[in-house]
């Protein structure tokens, strides 16, 4: 991964050690769903209770988008971006560069969101 990345307003908001952060997210909301489902399976709960597998998959699904796409949503809605170490955020300066991060941010929430709603489909339907 290059470390050279730069601000770049609705589509680069975050470096390589946000980046890794929102990766390990990933990670932990893959094993949650998994864990999830397993015990919702396990326990031959109702169809639409499998739909609790909606929120582990949402962890996954939002860290996964947001380490893809290197823009955090939060700090697209906040105004701030961080391409240095962890929690050295800095304010976005343009009222146009502010409009579209938060219009990325808005992409990402409902990429996610279907991300997070297909994996508790085909969980329902098991």
């Known amino acids: ?6 601000y770049i307003p609705g589509t680069c908001n975050i470096g390589p050690s946000e980046i890794k952060r929102r990766r390990s997210v990933a990670y932990l909301g893959a094993v949650l769903t998994i864990i999830t489902t397993v015990a919702l399976l396990a326990t031959h709960t109702s169809h639409l209770v499998h739909f ?10 939002v860290g996964l988008v947001q380490s893809t796409k290197k823009f955090c949503f939060a700090f697209g809605l906040s105004g701030v971006f961080n391409l240095g170490a962890l929690g050295k955020v800095e304010r976005v300066a343009s009222k146009e560069a502010r409009a579209a991060d938060r219009a990325m941010a808005l992409r990402i929430l409902f990429q996610s969101t279907v991300i997070a709603f297909l994996i508790s489909a085909i969980v329902a339907i098991l």
């Open 1 to 6: 991964m290059s470390s050279d990345l730069t």
């Open 52 to 61: 609790a597998v909606f929120i582990p998959a949402m962890i996954f699904s």
